[in-house]
């Protein structure tokens, strides 16, 4: 059946939930309420980097109202996941709770049951931990340098190795440097974007509450059901059918809620107690210890004509992926496949490399990696044309995609409308354009 007969092509379809979140009567994985549930809470890493040399939690286990502590000695599955592991892209580099190093400052080490968040909190903090202290490396650049100290066991020099042993996700169309040679200007810069937390309005957390016929429900707020079931009974070495996750409405995720960093342990706990367990982010864990879309950093080099024409674009990148890899790899080859931005120019050179630190872990936020290409890109165009001294919107539409171009990643380009939007951006800005400019479209370039 197609859009036109589904009868919603130009006309405003209300958002299915829309009455229900006006009316405060959506219902939250919080709204679910067991007699006898434990909260659960984290103790976690005070260093950067560090051997663990000791783990001691017998003042939290004699803590009043703590029912239960689970270390990695008590994981009956994996001690270390990643969650694209399941299709192919690995290894699995993350521990579920720390035990031979920690990586970042956060990161989760012991987990602690009471019988109220307040008893658990307690009890956590009663945690005591002995650090051997490492150099730790927060700089992309400084963390591939050759005297950087290693991160990972996994990627010695400190970035994601990609199949085949390419050391980037990577991009050759056309020759850049020949390319280079023959521009009338050369014009190159560095551009820098910061992590971002999603800040949801409802944080992470997930309720586990144990069965008669023993199976686990959780209750949970995660972006993907599927893939949270899955990869909680991989790392817990159980049947997918022993659990039953139920999603509900999401309050805010935006990709920071796809790291399956709640249930897991949670499900542990309620097998492990068999009473209900409830894992709740505070506002604070949320800002300071969920993932974050990655900082990038990137060099763009491009050689461009006189006329305004860009003939090469180099560009190297390097993605903060923080201590572990996560979505990293796959964000950066959106980045690379985004390049060079919705422009045609015949040769271009990428190389988008996931670099390791001891920041926190990032991973998905909308658009990740591509975002920051964009914003880089864009800075890049208007550096461009005060170079060369031409209109920044002339500029764009010179270079734009036009159906039938080829892409830099191989790929034929359909359906443009860089032309026209740019024409009508101008229009409504009150930015008159000569009339060769609006005479351009997406569909003959010799117009332009």
Not at 42 to 53: D, G, K, L, Q
Not at 87 to 99: M, N, S
Not at 147 to 156: C, I, R, V
Not at 410 to 439: F, S
């Amino acid at each position: 059946m197609s859009m036109k007969e589904l009868g919603v092509v130009g006309r405003n379809v209300g958002q299915r939930d829309l009455e229900s979140h006006a009316r405060g009567q959506t219902t939250y994985y919080e709204d679910v309420h067991y007699p006898r549930m434990l909260h659960l809470k984290m103790h976690r890493s005070a260093e950067p980097h560090a051997r663990i040399v000791s783990v001691d939690t017998s003042a939290a286990e004699a803590s009043p109202g703590v029912v239960c502590v689970l270390t990695h000695e008590d994981l009956p599955g994996k001690k270390v996941w990643n969650g694209l592991a399941a299709v192919g892209v690995g290894p699995e580099d993350e521990p579920i709770l720390a035990f031979d190093k920690v990586r970042w400052r956060g990161e989760p080490i012991v987990a602690v049951l009471g019988e109220t968040a307040e008893a658990a909190r307690a009890g956590a903090a009663r945690v005591k931990v002995e650090y051997d202290p490492l150099p730790g490396v927060f700089d992309v650049e400084e963390a591939i340098a050759g005297d950087a100290p290693a991160l990972t066991a996994h990627w010695p020099l400190n970035h994601y190795i990609y199949p085949d042993d390419h050391g980037a996700a990577q991009i050759r169309f056309g020759d850049v440097e020949k390319g280079f040679a023959e521009a009338d200007h050369i014009v190159e810069d560095k551009y820098q974007t910061s992590p971002i937390e999603q800040a949801p309005m409802e944080t992470n957390g997930c309720i586990a509450k144990p069965g008669g016929d023993g199976r686990i429900t959780v209750h949970t707020n995660t972006q993907a059901v599927h893939f949270a079931r899955d990869n909680t009974a991989a790392i817990l070495d159980v049947a997918p059918g022993k659990l039953r996750f139920l999603g509900g409405t999401v309050g805010g995720g935006f990709g920071g809620k796809v790291d399956v960093a709640v249930e897991p342990i949670s499900v542990l706990a309620a097998m492990r107690t068999g009473r209900p367990v409830k894992f709740k982010y505070t506002r604070e864990e949320e800002m300071q210890v969920s993932s974050t879309r990655s900082a990038w950093r990137l060099n763009i080099k491009d050689g461009v004509m006189d006329d305004g024409r860009i003939v090469a674009r180099k560009i190297t990148s390097y993605q903060d992926s923080g201590a572990y890899l996560r979505f990293s790899s796959y964000g950066s080859m959106k980045h690379a496949g985004h390049m060079p931005g919705p422009y045609t120019i015949p040769n271009v050179w990428v190389d988008a490399r996931v670099v390791f630190t001891n920041r926190p872990p990032s991973s998905a936020m909308r658009g990740f990696g591509v975002m920051a290409a964009s914003f880089a890109i864009e800075l890049q165009m208007d550096k461009v044309a005060k170079t060369i001294g031409m209109d920044p919107w002339q500029l764009r539409l010179l270079n734009a995609y036009r159906n039938g171009d080829m892409r830099a990643h191989r790929k034929v380009n359909e359906d443009a409308a860089m032309v026209e939007t740019i024409q009508a951006a101008a229009q409504l800005a009150g930015h008159e354009l000569p009339a060769e400019y609006q005479a351009m479209t997406s569909w003959d370039r010799k117009a332009s």
